[in-house]
T-cell receptor
Framework: QKEVEQNSGPLSVPEGAIASLNCTYSDRGSQSFFWYRQYSGKSPELIMFIYSNGDKEDGRFTAQLNKASQYVSLLIRDSQPSDSATYLCAANYGGSQGNLIFGKGTKLSVKP | DAGVIQSPRHEVTEMGQEVTLRCKPISGHNSLFWYRQTMMRGLELLIYFNNNVPIDDSGMPEDRFSAKMPNASFSTLKIQPSEPRDSAVYFC??????????????????FGQGTRLTVV
């Protein structure tokens, strides 16, 4: 059974702080990992994806992958109230990038 | 492009009725995905198509669910008969990719706005 696990939160951080979101996956066969952001009542939108061990940075966002530990994380620097949303971690086991197994998401709240 | 277009946005139906959800993928995209989202189970992949052909339908919960993609610009997800436990938000997503080219850039999946289905 392929699973992706996330802490449901809520995770509350003050504005300007670093938010750290974590995710583990069960199957070592996973090939790439995705972070989606979902605002309440809206559809998921991709923030970034990673498939090599190490860090990948995009603006205020950094994704980290450790395949040995089966662990993925997302760091959000200088958090803003507009970052308040549910963050979904997903794993791809081959095939199209849309063929994903999602975690249930972590709700992030950034307080002004 | 207008993005992935789903209809209807909201659907309320009675148990036992047939429900049809519709999706128009982004023009030029060759992969299409149907997902279901509930509080209990999160976001689950039901089925995906590549070049109009179903590649993996292992996520389809029961024979009551069926999906078709008669052409590159249209797909349907049908539930017959519907049950209250089918109540969820159903998302359609599309991407530009080959079936195994997961590492190519610009092949992310774009989601539609979803259809909120309520079966009473």
């Amino acid at each position: 059974q392929k699973e992706v696990e996330q802490n449901s939160g809520p995770l509350s951080v003050p504005e300007g702080a670093i938010a750290s979101l974590n995710c583990t996956y069960s199957d070592r066969g996973s090939q790439s990992f995705f972070w989606y952001r979902q605002y309440s009542g809206k559809s998921p939108e991709l923030i970034m994806f990673i498939y090599s061990n190490g860090d990948k940075e995009d603006g205020r966002f950094t994704a980290q992958l450790n395949k040995a530990s089966q662990y993925v994380s997302l760091l959000i620097r200088d958090s803003q109230p507009s970052d308040s949303a549910t963050y979904l971690c997903a794993a791809n086991y081959g095939g199209s990038q849309g063929n994903l197994i999602f975690g249930k998401g972590t709700k992030l709240s950034v307080k002004p | 492009d207008a993005g992935v277009i789903q209809s209807p946005r909201h659907e309320v139906t009675e148990m036992g009725q047939e429900v049809t959800l519709r999706c128009k993928p982004i023009s030029g995209h060759n992969s299409l995905f149907w997902y279901r989202q509930t509080m209990m189970r999160g976001l689950e992949l039901l089925i995906y198509f590549n070049n109009n052909v179903p590649i993996d339908d292992s996520g389809m919960p029961e024979d009551r669910f069926s999906a078709k993609m008669p052409n590159a610009s249209f797909s349907t997800l049908k539930i017959q008969p519907s049950e209250p436990r089918d109540s969820a938000v159903y998302f359609c997503a599309s991407s530009l990719t080959g079936p195994y080219d997961f590492s190519l850039p610009n092949t992310e999946a774009f989601f539609g706005q979803g259809t909120r289905l309520t079966v009473v």
